[in-house]
């Protein structure tokens, strides 16, 4: 059986170690070279960056977040031992862990170590499929020639070089499709390397629950179970028609993965599908005066995003969420795709005048979606209101001033608030 040295990289018939440097952390397995569709993550990204830059860190719980009112964006293994999780809200996590180190993220540094991890990614192949900063699919079919060894062997490279260079770990997931892929890096965190061949696809999924299915929600699951299906093997007693007709275009996606099957491809060039920004207040708030500057703060995060990545948005989105965790959405679709903070700003205000704000809240966001690009964007005015292109100019000079002289070299007055 195909086998090699996650250590030093070396290939050879399977052994409990490596023959040339006697490591244990051998891979094998019958499908070793002949897989090429992979997925990588990063082990716990945020908080190993922090205890990477922090040795006093090495063995305390940490966790990424916001203060005691927000929620958890990442959490070290330490922490997650004693139950905190990505997304749980941030006094939730402190029962759970009273002694964890909360840190601020630092997005830009994350995004920065980011840019060089996709950097060692593209030295193997163009086609990556980036999912966020510290996770993406990658297509190596092809490049053994190239590279002079095989896929398996080029991402255990890939991990070593971001251990031996960044001081990081990741772990990979190697199969046949996309799917699979996901679903094995997660199977060995951290430092983990799993692989799912073709010919065990569907014996290694028969007895898996469907929440393993990413995107299935709280609300497919609970869809899912009422229909008795809660493994793979449930969902295999079902016929294509019937999935579709009980569950809609989900049903079609459900049959196909119930078998293993996915043919998506690694897309070097997956559209962005939003650009949002929001925030917790660290005390509920019913304060006209504050929720607007946090409203124009919002509207001016989201469109100097989608200025940075030339896009515009037909649709804006309003969020709001209250003390008891109840949230309220509103969206309204634009005339002309708009990416300025101006045409953000107003729309959200006007949704937000619309509802009862008279009760305190806890979280206000802002999102833009239906992305196209920015030669689109807000091309014939509004007739309504006169002033919108005068404005639209002045945002422009100001982006100017602030890309010349500093985020903070000229400040609207409503952002003060």
């Not at 397995?29 to 908080?47: G, N, Q, R, T, V």
């Amino acid at each position: 059986m195909p086998a090699f040295c996650r250590d030093c990289l070396t290939q050879f018939d399977t052994g409990a170690r490596c023959p040339a440097c006697r490591s244990p952390r051998v891979l094998s397995h019958p499908e070793l070279f002949d897989l090429s569709i992979a997925h990588m993550d990063c082990d716990a990204f945020y908080a190993s960056v922090e205890k990477r830059d922090n040795p006093e860190l090495a063995h305390k719980p940490v966790i990424i977040g916001g203060g005691r009112r927000g929620v958890v964006s990442t959490a070290c293994y330490v922490a997650r031992i004693r139950g905190v999780r990505s997304a749980m809200p941030m006094f939730q996590a402190l029962k759970l862990c009273p002694d964890a180190v909360i840190i601020k993220p630092r997005m830009e540094l994350y995004a920065q170590i980011s840019r060089q991890i996709r950097a060692m990614m593209q030295d193997l192949t163009p086609d990556i499929e980036p999912l966020s900063l510290d996770e993406a699919f990658l297509d190596l079919t092809g490049t053994h020639r190239l590279h002079g060894a095989p896929p398996a062997v080029m991402l255990a490279r890939l991990t070593k070089r971001m251990r031996d260079e960044l001081g990081l770990t990741g772990s990979i997931g190697l199969s046949h499709n996309k799917f699979l892929a996901k679903i094995a890096s997660d199977l060995d965190k951290p430092r983990g390397f799993s692989i799912i061949g073709r010919a065990e696809t569907a014996d290694f999924l028969r007895d898996k629950p469907v929440s393993l299915i990413w995107g299935v929600g709280q609300a497919a699951r609970s869809s899912l179970d009422a229909a008795g299906i809660r493994t793979f093997a449930d969902l295999l007693r079902w016929d294509r028609t019937d999935l579709i007709a009980r569950f809609g275009s989900m049903g079609e996606r459900l049959y196909n993965l119930a078998r293993g099957q996915d043919h998506r491809r690694v897309s070097a060039h997956t559209p962005m599908k939003s650009i949002s920004n929001e925030t917790t207040f660290r005390e509920d708030t019913a304060s006209a005066d504050i929720l607007d500057g946090h409203l124009w703060r919002m509207a001016e995060k989201v469109a100097d995003r989608a200025k940075a990545k030339h896009l515009a948005g037909r649709v804006v989105t309003l969020k709001l969420k209250r003390s008891d965790h109840s949230l309220l959405t509103r969206r309204i679709s634009l005339r002309d795709p708009a990416q300025l903070a101006d045409t953000l700003y107003r729309t959200a205000r006007a949704l937000f005048d619309q509802v009862d704000h008279t009760k305190p809240y806890r979280l206000l966001g802002v999102g833009l979606s239906d992305l196209v690009a920015e030669t689109a964007a807000e091309a014939s005015g509004d007739l309504l209101d006169p002033q919108a292109r005068q404005r639209g100019r002045a945002e422009r000079a100001t982006d100017e001033i602030r890309a010349r002289f500093g985020a903070d070299a000229i400040l609207k007055g409503r952002s003060l608030r």
